[in-house]
């Protein structure tokens, strides 16, 4: 069990045009999980993606899979 506390991080090629996803990748080691929440709502709820899984989705977004969303 883990008692470390996210470290929110935003991509730093944002553009802060309000469409921003936050990451707090230093919770990937200890829980096997990364947490990703909407930076415009920093207090709402967070995705618990698997490490395997969030990996899978930045290379997803690195080819262009998501430009037609």
Do not use: H
């Amino acid at each position: 069990m883990t008692t470390e506390s996210p470290r929110w991080y935003t991509s730093s090629y944002s553009n802060n045009g309000g469409d921003c996803v936050q990451v707090a990748t230093n919770l990937a080691a200890p829980t096997g999980v990364v947490p990703v929440r909407d930076s415009k709502n920093p207090g709402g709820p967070a995705l618990g993606l698997r490490t395997d899984v969030y990996a899978a989705f930045v290379t997803g977004i690195k080819v262009g899979g998501f430009d037609t969303v």
